[in-house]
């Protein structure tokens, strides 16, 4: 057996030893510390680490001391440059838990933290309300400076341009900050968002056409009727719906046609602007579930966003050739209604701040609620801007036509229940 042994003044000592030989090893004091620092090395002896150690301190050595940051802390740091991202790109999301863990505690009622039950439905209840109140303010903001735009500038293909231009330069600086991260574009994406894109720029610009020619409020009680268009352009396309559904858009028709006829500012083309922006509309979500649906690793935010800018390409040629050679004329006849230059400019630049703002925020509102608390949101969000239209621009409104509005977002409202469980239904068909 071979023996190592490494004494010290205190006389203990460290024996290593190996089978088949004897002999014993005294280290002297000259190599000492050098032997023990390396054996103080070795991770397979921890007591050994441990004695040696202890001897050292008892001669009166030092030890150094290696100071590094705790994990914990980087990873704070990481996570609060990561909140203040979302916050910048998702002024509304919260993600003080992961999801799964959420979901865990909720369906097993575990209370880990004493006060975790109490919280958790209060700080869900202010964020949704957050949600909402942004969503609907900044919608209420886009509608009456946009109708004040248009009063003095009735020029809907520039301005619904402008607006476009707009968004797409916020989703540019998005992504050049590295705040909203930056799909991968190949051609296939860019080819699956023409059609998309196409119908967002007719609804669009139908939009904008009508809120130039009627009241906001006679507008958004047609746009109402978006999910008639919807059912049958769906049904068209091959999809089913129970008999609840078809019976919810029969009050949308009724309602809408009653406060068409008894509207004050009726306009033909008024009408036929806001029927259109609804086939526009309904088109882009049908095409865009059916052609953009091997991009899912593109979030909302970021296809809205490129869907913005495409549609601009579309859309100012266009403006160009019908409204261009009226825009210098028009811009100085609009200086003059107003006294103030300045004023025009806030107006047309909160109408697209405003309308790319309440589009980002419908699409994060979607992120964060259920398909049918949205749909009721929407509806919800129709009678607000109804309503505070009313008040701003003081427009009169007969019995019969605010009847007429109340049916019609009455069945929407109704189509949104129907609708609520529509997927597992179409599917069960489907397969059997």
Not at 178 to 190: A, D, H, N, V
């Amino acid at each position: 057996m071979l023996s190592l042994n490494v004494v010290s003044p205190s006389s203990s000592s460290v024996t290593f030893t190996k089978h088949n030989h004897k002999s014993s090893i005294n280290a002297s004091t000259i190599f000492r510390s050098n032997l023990l620092s390396k054996v103080q090395s070795h991770k397979n002896l921890p007591c050994l680490r441990t004695t040696t150690t202890s001897q050292l301190h008892e001669q009166g050595h030092q030890s150094s001391k290696l100071s590094f940051m705790p994990t914990s802390q980087i990873q704070d740091s990481n996570t609060k440059l990561g909140t203040f991202t979302r916050f910048l790109t998702h002024p509304f999301e919260s993600k003080a838990k992961p999801i799964n863990q959420v979901v865990k505690a909720a369906s097993s009622g575990a209370n880990p933290e004493g006060g975790e039950e109490s919280v958790a439905p209060k700080s869900k209840t202010l964020k949704l309300a957050l949600v909402f109140g942004l969503w609907y303010f900044q919608n209420i903001i886009f509608n009456i400076y946009n109708k004040k735009a248009l009063n003095i500038f009735p020029f809907p293909w520039l301005l619904a341009s402008f607006q476009l231009f707009v968004g797409s330069i916020w989703m540019l600086t998005l992504w050049a900050l590295k705040l909203q991260p930056c799909p991968k574009i190949s051609k296939p994406f860019i080819f699956a968002l023409l059609g998309p894109a196409l119908f967002h720029t007719i609804g669009h610009i139908s939009a904008c056409v009508s809120f130039s020619k009627v009241a906001v409020s006679f507008t958004h009680v047609i746009k109402s009727a978006e999910p008639v268009f919807s059912v049958i352009f769906c049904s068209v396309l091959g999809d089913r719906f129970p008999i609840q559904v078809w019976l919810s858009i029969l009050p949308i028709v009724l309602g809408c046609s009653l406060a068409a006829v008894t509207e004050v500012s009726f306009n033909l083309q008024g009408l036929w602007g806001a029927l259109i922006s609804n086939v526009g509309f309904v088109l882009r979500n049908i095409y865009s579930k059916r052609s953009l649906q091997n991009f899912k690793e593109v979030d909302g935010l970021n296809l809205y966003g490129w869907i913005t800018i495409v549609s601009l390409f579309y859309l100012f040629p266009v403006a160009v050739f019908i409204e261009g050679s009226q825009w210098i004329p028009g811009y100085y006849k609009a200086i003059e209604a107003i006294g103030k230059p300045s004023t025009f400019y806030i107006w047309v630049l909160l109408s697209g701040v405003f309308y790319h703002l309440y589009n980002q925020s419908s699409y994060q509102a979607l992120d964060e609620i259920s398909p049918l608390t949205f749909s009721v949101g929407n509806t919800m969000k129709r009678v607000v801007v109804i309503v505070s239209s009313v008040l701003v621009f003081r427009n009169p409104v007969r019995p019969l036509n605010g009847l007429g509005s109340a049916i019609a977002i009455l069945g929407t409202f109704l189509y949104s229940q129907a609708t609520a469980k529509k997927p597992k239904k179409i599917e069960g068909e489907k397969s059997s």
